[in-house]
């Protein structure tokens, strides 16, 4: 198949794999203090899992899986407020299909909908238009919900929309930024990584000059990258290139998508429709300043939040989840207390485990699950 | 073959509604009229014909194929009830003779019950019936006995279809999923997750345009051939729903031992992969309906696949992998890029990932 089976290449990948080797053992770096990368995206984590790129790789590197999966970072309160506003009997929930299994306080959307709610899984948000149109005496709601990646369609819905005159149509808005959480992860005491796996698809939206701060600030480098396995080790081996070469910048990979400026026309509906939120909750993370948007005033008829008023409790943690120091990278997933017993995909306490992009089931799924408690098995390939 | 006497014909009623009603569940001459005019009409065979609450069959017929009873039952709810490559009666069919069929067993009768939901029409219920019978045919089976039942509007999603089937294990045959052993090859009869593709881009519900056809078809006549070619056949299972995935996964956790197979040689329509990579999905998991997995002993291994190539349904068949030494239970797949990874059994649905 064109344009994808380039992109794992086998032969390429062992090219790049022996070099990567050679650039560790150049800049000093083995087993004992393996060099730490982030991937921020959980679309990274999800291909690095898929296509067993962590087995690939010697052990002189070691690849921490980061926030980048906005179904993983949504904190109980928020699904719990999803699940009221599908209970209301005039609403048509709908949302993405991932989101369908986090669990909230009382319940998931999956339970909600089997006890009778009117939730819809849709593609994308202007599905959940066309839902609007055709059933005009029902409120459909659109679950908002990813990083900028996602921003620009449902703003361009909600523009959309008002075009259009619909006023039996919301977004309860989800959505959250990526660069002032990578800031809060740079600012924990804990931290001991050594640079980053920039979000490609984030970065087709904003452009890599909102992260100049993590090269200048922070003297950690990055690689903005696409979401291949060749493109991972690609970008990997760039970021390695830089650190032998004692450079440290932010570089990009994943040029073929996103281009330096971002996407201006994306931007400006982002920037039409939301603003920045005062702070927004993360699972695992805390409150971080900066890091949501809800919708503008002006599109305030386009606010479920308002629409419904929501209960907006805050809900804490599971006591015993470890996703935020998952999360930052101070510990492996299996390294967590309840991994694999009494948090499983099957029944997560911890949003990591929930969609397939979160590291712990990505490690469930594909295979870290022994990793950690026997270290060879995992290490055949 | 035993002679059996049937009763004289009987004169069959005839529908002249467009829709089915309430009525036509009632059990009176509206129920006999449509069971007679749709279902008798479609599977006419001497067996069903007397319309009793039973059909009999002769056990000295029966034991002309073999020393054991094979016995399934499989309801069908597939939305939409027509789709690429298929409709819900031809799954009904293919469905349970294919698991008669992977037991060893020669599939020969099949029951047929119907939960129709009023306003359906009687066209509609039709085409269904006959496709039921076209692919019974094929099948080499006889639809004998049945049951019809309305229900209310909302009750059930159009039609809700159950066959129950039994079939006849030749002697000698013996097939478990505890009997893989080391070295055993894992084969498959062609390409993975067509049917699973069709229903899903079938549903409409996420605007593309798929021209993937599901791969619903009976099985008897290959695994027969499979059987003749390899008769040392360990196991044979279809990979319905949870996919190629998780049937590997039942094996390894019956036998206990570890399965691995290899991304490049798993057969894909190209038009499947790119279905999977634009949503997000592993075509591992995907249903066929048209496809078996086959443990069979690496000395069998060449003929069972050249014998599968051989015939029409098996022409990509391929040796996806083999059983080897590892941790008990656990499958893993070499994945084309040269890493190494676990195929763990499906959790709940596959959800699409939002990016």
């Not at chain 2, 006889?142 to 039609?159: E, F, L, P, R, Y």
């Not at chain 2, 030494?325 to 070499?334: H, I, K, S």
Request: proline content about 5%; glycine content about 10%.
């Amino acid at each position: 198949m064109r344009y994808v089976d380039e992109f794992r290449d086998r032969t390429k990948a062992d090219v790049l794999v022996k070099d990567i080797r050679r650039l560790l053992a150049r800049i000093g770096r083995d087993e004992r203090r393996p060099l730490q990368i982030m991937e921020v995206c959980g679309g990274h984590t999800h291909s690095i899992f898929r296509y067993g790129v962590e087995g690939m790789l010697p052990k002189s590197i070691e690849l921490v899986h980061g926030p980048g999966c906005p179904v993983c970072v949504l904190p109980m309160g928020r699904v719990d407020d999803c699940v009221a506003i599908a209970e209301r009997a005039e609403v048509i929930f709908t949302t993405f299909g991932d989101a369908m299994r986090v669990p909230g306080s009382r319940k998931s959307l999956l339970q909600a909908k089997a006890d009778g709610c009117d939730v819809r899984m849709v593609y994308s948000p202007m599905d959940a238009l066309a839902l609007a149109r055709k059933n005009p005496a029902r409120e459909v709601v659109f679950f908002g919900i990813g990083f900028e990646t996602t921003m620009p369609s449902t703003a361009l819905t909600v523009l959309h929309a008002e075009r259009e005159g619909i006023k039996n149509f919301s977004i309860f808005c989800n959505h959250i930024t990526i660069v002032p959480t990578i800031k809060a992860i740079l600012d924990s005491p804990d931290l001991r990584l050594d640079g980053f796996l920039g979000p490609g698809h984030v970065s087709m939206v904003i452009g890599d000059a909102p992260y100049e701060f993590i090269a200048r600030y922070y003297k950690k480098p990055m690689v903005i990258a696409g979401f291949e396995p060749l493109d991972i080790l690609q970008s990997l081996w760039m970021l390695l290139k830089q650190i032998d070469e004692g450079r440290c910048e932010i570089e990009n990979q994943y040029a073929r998508v996103a281009p330096a400026g971002g996407n201006a026309v994306a931007l400006q509906a982002v920037a039409q429709v939301y603003e920045l939120r005062e702070f927004f909750e993360w699972r695992g993370l805390g409150s971080i300043d900066h890091s949501g948007v809800k919708v503008r005033d002006a599109y305030g008829g386009f606010d479920a939040e308002l629409k419904f008023a929501v209960p907006n409790a805050k809900i804490a943690d599971p006591k015993s989840c470890q996703c935020g120091e998952v999360l930052k990278g101070v510990i492996k997933p299996w390294q967590c207390k309840v991994f694999g017993r009494a948090c499983s995909p099957e029944t997560p306490l911890g949003a990591l485990m929930v969609s397939s992009e979160g590291a712990c089931a990505a490690y469930y799924q594909y295979g870290g699950i022994k990793r950690g408690r026997d270290e060879a098995e995992a290490s055949v390939a | 073959m035993n002679m059996v006497s049937f009763p004289p014909r009987r004169s069959r009623g005839t529908v002249h509604v467009p829709t089915v009603t309430l009525a036509h569940g009632g059990g009176g001459k509206a129920m006999k009229d449509l069971v007679d005019d749709v279902f008798v009409e479609a599977f006419d065979n001497p067996l069903l014909a007397p319309l009793d609450d039973q059909a009999r069959i002769d056990l000295l017929d029966l034991a002309q194929y073999g020393d054991r009873l094979a016995f399934t039952t499989d309801s069908f709810v597939v939305d939409p009830l027509v789709f690429p490559g298929g409709d819900i009666g031809k799954l009904a069919v293919c469905g349970t003779v294919n698991d008669l069929a992977v037991g060893g067993a020669l599939p020969l009768y099949l029951s047929c019950a119907v939960i129709i939901e009023e306003g359906v029409s009687i066209d509609f219920l039709r085409q269904i019936a006959r496709s039921m019978a076209a692919t019974a045919q094929e099948a080499g089976v006889k639809i004998v006995t049945g049951d019809t039942k309305v229900v209310n509007k909302g009750a059930c999603d159009q039609m809700f279809i159950t066959t129950t089937g039994v079939g006849v294990v030749a002697a000698g045959v013996e097939l478990g999923a505890h009997r893989a052993r080391l070295g055993d090859a894992v084969l498959v009869n062609g390409l993975l997750g067509d049917h699973g593709a069709a229903i899903l881009g079938a549903r409409g519900d996420m605007a593309l345009q798929s021209p993937i056809e599901s791969d619903c078809a009976p099985l008897q006549g290959l695994i027969a051939s499979l059987l003749n070619a390899a008769p040392n056949t360990r196991f044979m299972r279809d990979p319905t729903r949870g996919g190629v995935a998780t049937v590997l996964n039942e094996i390894a956790e019956a036998a206990q031992v570890a399965i691995e197979i290899d991304e490049a040689a798993t057969p894909l329509r190209d038009e499947v992969r790119g279905f999977c990579e634009i949503l997000g999905l592993d075509p591992l998991y995907l249903a066929n309906e048209g496809k078996i997995v086959a443990i069979v002993p690496p000395d069998e291994a060449e003929r069972a696949l050249e014998a599968m190539r051989a015939h029409p349904l098996g022409r990509q068949a391929a040796v996806i992998g083999s059983v080897v030494a590892g941790e008990p239970g656990r499958v893993t797949m070499r994945t084309i890029f040269g890493g190494r990874r676990i195929v763990d059994m499906l959790v709940g649905e596959q959800l699409p990932r939002i990016c």
